[in-house]
Every structure is written in C-alpha cells, then in structure tokens.
C-alpha cells in the first residue's frame, strides 16, 4: 500500500502534460500532420523539400526546426503506448518492451525519490528479467 500511496501523491502533486499523439487524421490539415503524412508518403526528399512544401520557408528557419522537433517529440511520446498484446511480437519480445518501459518508469521515480515504487517496479523487473533469461 506504501507503493501505491507513493505513486498516488506522486502523480497527484505533479502537473501533468496532456499525452501528446499523432494522430493520423486524413482530414486533418494542420502542419504537424500535414509533415507526418509527407513524411510517411516519402514526398520530402530532404528537410529543404519539406520545409518549403509544408511551410514555405526554409530548412534552417526556426518555425520549421519547432515544427520537426515538435513531431519528433509526439513520436516519441507515441512509442510508449504501442500495443504490445495486439502486435506480432512473440511472449519473449513483448517481456522486453514492457521491460524496457518499467525499467524507465522506475528510473525515473527512483531519481524523484519516489524509492517504494521504484523499488517495487525494479523487483517485478527483476522477476521478469529471471523468468525470461
């Protein structure tokens, strides 16, 4: 229960951000998805084409670099919510992506000092780690 207490107050006391995903709308017209979708359709051969397709700017011009870093940023936020269970992924493979994520998780409650939980997830970890070598 101390874990769980921890984890609670943790999450109550920290502002948290709105989970930013890209979402792939075909409706959707704005420049974020509008760069993901070229992005994806291979019509942007460079940064160049693709700063002046999407932006009418060019490669270097700070709208565009905020632009790229924030898709960036949503693509990497999306890599934590794969669903593993639904995927391809055989039981040993799925062991370690959900291990990859705990072991994150735990670091970084670990370094909030967060250590109930921390310690907890490390030893679901470890348990984890020694069923699937």
Not at 15 to 38: A, Y
Not at 95 to 103: L, P
Request: with cysteine; hydrophobic share 40%.
């Amino acid at each position: 229960m101390k874990a769980l207490s921890e984890l609670a107050e943790m999450v109550h006391n920290t502002k948290i951000k709105e989970v930013e995903l890209v979402q792939q709308n075909r409706n959707d017209h704005s420049t974020l998805n509008t760069l993901l979708r070229g992005i994806l359709n291979n019509e942007f051969p460079s940064d160049q084409d693709a700063a002046q397709k999407v932006l009418q700017v060019d490669a270097t011009d700070q709208l565009y670099q905020r632009l790229r870093r924030k898709l960036r940023r949503s693509l990497l936020n999306a890599v934590f919510f794969f669903d593993l269970p639904q995927s391809d992924y055989n039981e040993r493979q799925r062991a370690y992506h959900e291990s990859c994520k705990t072991w994150a998780a735990a670091k970084i409650l670990l370094a909030k000092n967060a250590n109930y939980i921390g310690i907890e997830l490390c030893h679901k970890l470890l348990k984890k780690a020694e069923k699937f070598d």
